[in-house]
């Protein structure tokens, strides 16, 4: 079927609860939990197929420490950044200055699933990739949840969270979409909080420069494929 144009009609979407009614892609192989063998030493993150998800609000300064630190490891790999791949869409786009709406959440899972199947593509090709995203631990739509579903259990979820100085700080130097209010950013950092209390691994790093948050990102990833967090 196509609409006047020549332009083919977008499938109705599956009632799954996780679509945007938009075009699904394949599912590929998700990426399965980690497995360390008991008394086992801890691996060595440098040489290790892995997928990372970094968690932050706005300002925590995630796309700069996941590109850091996907530029630097010995083997290969790539950074995914959500808030890129969201602003693929130009006309039309969800702007986030304008709240959170149907058509936002809409383009956010859309983002979230392509992400997914980037990361998905990159291992199965021999490429690590960490992505970065500000996931809400109270939002089940922003959430961890869809997360594991498109990248699978073995994703290994960080969270980066400065204090609020700083991320007001670091929003007030940016530009464009990318730059929101101090309300909106107070707001954000106060429901990152909930991280607290998770186990997930928590990284503060609001007195340290990006050579160093970036080593304690291996080390939070060690830990985690040591001891791999039940989320």
């Not at 130009?90 to 200055?97: I, K, L, N, Q, Y």
């Not at 980066?160 to 990318?178: H, K, S, Y």
Request: hydrophobic share 40%; aromatic share 6%.
């Amino acid at each position: 079927m196509q609409q006047p144009g020549g332009m083919p009609v977008p499938p109705p979407a599956p009632p799954d609860g996780g679509t945007t009614g938009y075009v699904q892609l394949p599912p590929g192989a998700m990426v399965p939990a980690p497995a360390p063998a008991a008394g086992a030493a801890p691996p060595d993150i440098s040489h290790v197929g892995i997928a990372v998800l970094l968690i932050g609000p706005a300002g925590a300064g995630k796309t700069t420490v996941a590109r850091y630190w996907a530029e630097r490891r010995p083997v290969p790999t790539a950074h995914i950044s959500l808030d890129d791949v969201r602003e693929w869409v130009r006309s039309g786009f969800a702007d986030p200055r304008s709240g959170w709406d149907d058509r936002s959440e809409a383009q956010y899972r859309l983002a979230r699933r392509t992400c997914g199947f980037a990361a998905r593509n990159f291992l199965a090709n021999g490429i690590s990739c960490i992505l970065d995203d500000a996931v809400f631990p109270d939002r089940p739509a922003v959430g961890l949840g869809g997360w594991k579903r498109h990248v699978g259990p073995g994703l290994i979820p960080i969270v980066l969270l400065p204090g609020l100085d700083i991320v007001l700080e670091r929003n007030a130097a940016r530009t464009g979409t990318r730059r929101l209010s101090d309300e909106e950013v107070a707001t954000i950092h106060g429901r990152m909080a909930g991280w607290y209390g998770s186990g997930l691994p928590i990284i503060d790093n609001s007195r340290h420069d990006v050579a160093t948050t970036a080593r304690m990102l291996d080390d939070a990833v060690a830990r985690s494929l040591s001891t791999p967090p039940q989320w």
